[in-house]
């Protein structure tokens, strides 16, 4: 059948050259992101504690002799995660987005160490031990449940602080080229400060994407978003828009443009990523005709 070990093995190698080979040709490259052999290691200790279970489930998956089937299959995994870990050590571009394809299998690993640790304390703790040996078993076994208990417990708040109030500090391992918080909370007050509400259109200009790529998270409570990627040339001037919020590539183009069609407006620059241009925040200064509406220029 499809679950034949070398079947298995035979599907797995492929993939694993089919991943390795999208990055080596990048990796070899002298490009940016070059980290030490170390680095997953190092993301491990910093971002992923509870990972390291997974990663010492090695001292435990090879000491039985006869080990069942799902044991097999244990140490399978724990060997292909750390052949990942291990090949993409190699390369010198290294970023956080490459360790997820051995996230799963550490993760494996990892539910197997508590598993085991959980289960020979249960036993242990079932029993009367009359002996030292037996005592020291015992002893050991509540010392292990402890320190996993611990582990997952650390590593649960370290992850409920990454993500939210450490989510863009670039001491944090995996924040290479994430937002700084300033414009979460800026760029909402900017808009309305300018009357601009969350039903307002708002001309979100997303080219190139790779360096304005959060702003549909910043603009998520805004209804009625409208998005271009259009940088040569400018995106549409006039229409019913309210703000344009630029890469600052795209902020001469619209500005000169609105100068054109007679349109004076609001500029603000927020910085959004570290070492990256800046966001242009556009508001035209629209006058308002009787009924509230905003009036376009020349109409």
Not at 146 to 155: A, Q
């Amino acid at each position: 059948g499809l679950g034949h070990p070398l079947q298995m093995t035979v599907v797995s190698l492929l993939n694993v050259l089919d991943s390795f080979q999208a990055w080596v040709g990048r990796g070899v490259a002298d490009a940016d992101h070059v980290k030490p052999w170390f680095y997953y290691g190092w993301l491990f200790f910093r971002a992923e504690g509870a990972l390291l279970l997974g990663v010492g489930a090695g001292m435990g998956l090879f000491r039985t002799a006869a080990p069942t089937p799902a044991l097999r299959l244990i140490r399978w995994v724990w060997v292909y995660a750390m052949g990942l870990v291990l090949a993409f050590s190699m390369l010198p571009y290294k970023t956080p987005w490459n360790s997820i394809q051995w996230l799963w299998p550490l993760c494996i690993s990892g539910g197997w160490v508590v598993n085991h640790v959980w289960q020979r304390f249960l036993v242990c703790m079932d029993t009367s031990p009359v002996s030292l040996s037996g005592r020291l078993g015992r002893v050991g076994a509540v010392v292990l449940m402890g320190t996993v208990l611990v582990v997952l417990i650390l590593n649960g708040l370290m992850g409920l602080l990454m993500v939210t109030v450490n989510s863009a500090d670039p001491a944090q391992p995996y924040v290479y080229g994430q937002t700084y918080r300033g414009p979460v909370a800026v760029l909402p007050k900017l808009l309305a400060q300018s009357g601009v509400g969350v039903d307002d259109p708002i001309l979100v200009a997303l080219a190139p994407a790779s360096s304005v790529w959060p702003l549909p998270y910043l603009l998520r409570r805004y209804s009625a978003v409208k998005f271009s990627a259009a940088l040569i040339p400018p995106p549409p001037v006039g229409g019913p828009w309210q703000a344009y919020v630029l890469d600052a590539r795209q902020a001469d183009g619209v500005k000169a443009k609105l100068a054109q069609a007679g349109q004076s407006f609001q500029v603000q620059r927020l910085p959004l990523r570290p070492g990256m241009d800046d966001v242009v925040l556009l508001i035209p200064n629209k006058p308002r005709v009787s009924d509230g509406r905003y009036r376009e220029a020349g109409g």
